[in-house]
């Protein structure tokens, strides 16, 4: 039966399975619906909501903590409604307290995700790759991981405990912050920006047989170790968050500067993805089924 949305169904627990399949799984960053249905079309089996990549694309601003829970939730049902395979999101600290993060669960549940990161750094926070980070003390971030897995229930949601501790208080202390959040209940445990292949090794080392997710953020402090050296060490998830964005950006800005130069796209349509694909890529079939599906006998189009 044709549809136009998704209805998350066990979400988490495809998430899981794809985990325990033995496979590193290949989560690249959508930062909205469009580029969600891009990410599945292109075959991954998992999509990566952006905390950078939101904060850009609904405010046009970096990802510095000006968007709240609300508008992360709001933007993670669309990522969700779009696609059909598991969505990883980006909730940030939690938004406040461990009692914050109950609720933060609680709604990002609702919006159907497979899985949430949170991180231990003061609020606002900040981007992973950019300075200036501060962090919360880790027996407050204890707190809210285990608010966080109580919160979560008898769902599968899967949440993962992110640290800053890298750039901040060096990778031993890192290291230690992410055992005491894996003690707490986190299923996976996030590094944030190791700055060598050595200190990439050194978390897997220090960590193993605990899934961990890998951040290949483009242009960031992070090395690009080859997939194959990630999957040797252990690492289950590997999240790219800005391909996309970058990629988009790039394009729009040259062909914009096109179509400033010339007066009109017309010299800029090769490089166009032709209208009657677009309508089709976006489900215009699927209406027509429906309209058809729905209509009434004797009617007539408006």
């Known amino acids: ?5 998704t209805t998350p169904v066990d979400a988490g627990r495809r998430l899981r399975e794809l985990l325990t399949a033995g496979e590193t ?4 960053g959508a ?13 991954f089996p998992a999509v990566y909501m952006t905390g950078f990549g939101t904060a850009a694309s609904v405010l046009g601003r970096p990802d510095v903590g000006l968007l709240t829970m609300t508008e992360m939730v ?3 049902h669309r990522l969700v409604d779009a696609v059909d395979v598991p969505v990883i999101a980006d909730a940030d600290t ?6 914050n993060v109950l609720r933060t669960v609680h709604e990002y549940a609702q919006a159907g995700v497979a899985a949430l990161h949170i991180e231990d750094q003061e609020t606002p ?22 608010a966080a897995v109580e919160g979560r229930g008898d769902r599968d ?9 890298r750039a901040v208080e060096g990778m031993h202390a890192a290291l230690e912050r992410a055992r005491r959040y894996r003690d707490a209940g986190a299923d996976l445990l996030f590094v944030e920006a190791p700055e060598s292949e050595a200190e990439v090794e050194a978390v897997a080392v220090a960590l193993e047989g605990t899934p961990l997710l890998y951040n290949w953020a483009e242009g960031g402090r992070t090395p690009a170790v080859p997939l194959e050296r990630l999957q040797e060490l252990g690492y289950r998830i590997v999240i790219f968050p800005l391909s996309a964005m970058l990629a988009a950006t790039r394009a729009v800005r040259e062909v914009l500067a096109g179509i400033r130069a010339t007066g009109s796209p017309a010299a800029q349509m090769d490089r166009l993805v032709p209208f009657g694909e677009f309508l089709d890529f976006i489900g215009l079939p699927e209406v027509r089924g429906l309209e058809a599906r729905y209509a009434v006998p ?3 189009a408006e």
């Open 1 to 5: 039966m044709a549809t136009l949305f």
């Open 25 to 28: 799984l290949l989560a690249p």
């Open 31 to 43: 930062y909205d619906a469009l580029s969600a249905r891009l990410v599945e079309a292109a075959g």
């Open 74 to 76: 709001e933007q993670v």
């Open 94 to 99: 939690g938004y406040g307290n461990p009692l």
């Open 157 to 165: 949601l899967l949440i993962i405990a992110r640290t800053d501790a």
């Open 298 to 300: 004797g009617a007539t």
């Open 125 to 146: 926070k900040r981007c992973g790759h950019i300075a200036g980070k501060r962090l919360i003390p880790a027996a407050e971030m204890v707190a809210k991981v285990q």
